[in-house]
C-alpha cells in the first residue's frame, strides 16, 4: 500500500513548504481535497517544490468545469510531476452545484459517467490530434493543435472517482482507474460494498479489477498516553459526526450496526446543538470507523485493517499537528516498505 497525506488547499505561498515536509517525512504523496480554494493550483505549486512527490486531486468538483478544462489542467499537472498526478473527480451534492457552482445536476451518476468518458477521450486527443467523444451529457468533436495540449511524456493521468453507493462503485469499476472512499469507509463497508461493486464494474468493461486503485482515508487516534489519545478521540467523533449527518451515508452506520445514529445526529443538528451531534459518536462506533493505537503499534495495526482492501490509505489528519507529522511520515514509510 501507498500512504498519502490529505490536506486542504492553502494559500499558494505555503503549499510548497507542506510539499516538501511531505516528502521528506517519507509519505507517497500529498492528497489536496477542493474547498473554498482550487486543488489544481495548490498541486501546481508542490509539483514544482518537491519533484517526485505523487499528487492526487480527493476529489476536485466535476460538473462546475467543462471535461476539457479539467483535461487540460490534469495533463498540465501529470506532465509537470513527471507522470505522478492522479485526477480525482467527484460530484459534489445538489445544493453546491446548483446555488453555489450555477450548474445543472441532474441524473449526476450518469453525467460523471460521461464526464470521465469525456475526460479520457480528450487525453486521447491531446495525443492525436482526434476529438471524437459523443456521450449522453456532453459532446466533444472539434481540436485545432492551437487549442491542444499536445502530446506529453508521461502517461495519460489516471482519473479516479469518489463512490459511495453501490452504483456509484460499480461505475468506478466501469470506466475509471481508482476510486475514493469515503471517511466513513470502515472495513466491513469496504468488504460488503466496495470489492464486489467495484470489481462487477470491472467485469463487465473487460477490466481487471487490479488495475483499479483503491484510495481509502483513514481518521487515526494514536498517542502513547491516555491523555493524547483522548485528545485525539474527541476530534475524530467530532468529525465522524458530521459526516454521519448525510442521510445518503446512513446506511453505512447502520449496517455496522449502529441504526438511527444518523437521524439522531440530524435532530441534534436542526436544534444547533453541535455538541450533541458529537455525542451520538460513542466509543463502540469510534472503534470501528477509527483506527486507535499507540505509535508503535500504528503501522500494524492500519495493515491489519485496509491490507486486503485498500491500494491507498490517505492519512486524514495527519497535517493537522505539525508536532507529530513527522512520526505519521515514518508510519507511511514502514506501511509503504512492506
Known amino acids: 500500500m501507498h500512504v498519502d497525506a490529505m490536506t486542504i488547499p492553502q494559500p499558494l505561498a505555503l503549499i510548497g513548504d507542506t510539499a516538501k ?27 514544482q517544490a518537491a519533484p517526485g512527490l505523487e499528487l492526487s486531486t ?69 495525443r492525436t ?69 467495484v470489481a462487477a464494474g470491472a467485469q463487465k468493461s473487460g477490466r481487471d479489477t487490479s488495475d483499479i486503485a483503491v484510495i481509502v482515508p483513514v481518521m487515526t487516534i494514536v498517542g502513547d498516553t491516555d491523555e493524547e489519545r483522548h485528545n485525539e478521540r474527541e476530534l475524530v467523533r467530532a468529525s465522524l459526526s458530521f459526516y454521519a449527518s448525510t442521510p445518503n451515508y446512513a446506511f453505512i452506520l447502520d449496517e455496522a450496526g449502529f441504526e438511527g445514529t444518523t437521524a439522531r445526529i440530524r435532530e441534534k443538528q436542526k436544534a444547533g446543538d453541535f455538541k450533541g451531534m458529537a455525542a451520538q459518536i460513542t466509543d463502540d462506533l469510534i472503534a470501528v470507523f477509527a483506527t486507535e493505537s499507540t505509535w508503535d ?12 482492501t485498500a491500494t491507498r490509505l490517505v492519512l486524514y489528519n495527519a497535517l493537522s499537528d505539525p508536532e507529530r507529522f513527522e512520526r505519521y511520515g515514518e508510519i507511511a514509510q514502514r506501511i509503504s516498505a512492506r
Open 21 to 47: 515536509r511531505t516528502q521528506a517525512a517519507g509519505f507517497s504523496g500529498l492528497l489536496f481535497t477542493e474547498t473554498g480554494r482550487t486543488a489544481y493550483l495548490n498541486a501546481a505549486v508542490a509539483s
Open 58 to 126: 480527493g476529489v476536485a468538483v466535476a460538473f462546475p468545469r467543462s471535461p476539457f478544462v479539467t483535461a487540460a489542467t490534469a495533463w498540465e499537472l501529470q506532465e509537470a510531476t513527471n507522470g505522478n498526478f492522479r485526477l480525482g473527480l467527484g460530484t459534489q451534492v445538489r445544493t453546491h452545484v446548483v446555488r453555489r457552482y450555477g450548474m445543472p445536476f441532474e441524473r449526476p451518476g450518469p453525467r460523471l459517467r460521461d464526464y470521465v468518458r469525456a475526460v479520457k477521450a480528450c487525453f486521447s486527443a491531446f
Open 129 to 197: 490530434g482526434r476529438l471524437d467523444h459523443h456521450g449522453e451529457f456532453y459532446e466533444l468533436d472539434f481540436i485545432t493543435p492551437q487549442w491542444s495540449a499536445g502530446p506529453i511524456d508521461a502517461a495519460d493521468p489516471k482519473v479516479d472517482i469518489a463512490a459511495v453507493n453501490p452504483w456509484m462503485l460499480r461505475m468506478a469499476g466501469e470506466v475509471a482507474d481508482g476510486v475514493h472512499v469515503h471517511p466513513l469507509g470502515e472495513p466491513g463497508y469496504l468488504a460488503r460494498h466496495v470489492a464486489p461493486n
Open 297 to 308: 503499534g500504528l503501522a500494524e495495526a492500519l495493515v491489519g485493517k485496509y491490507e486486503t
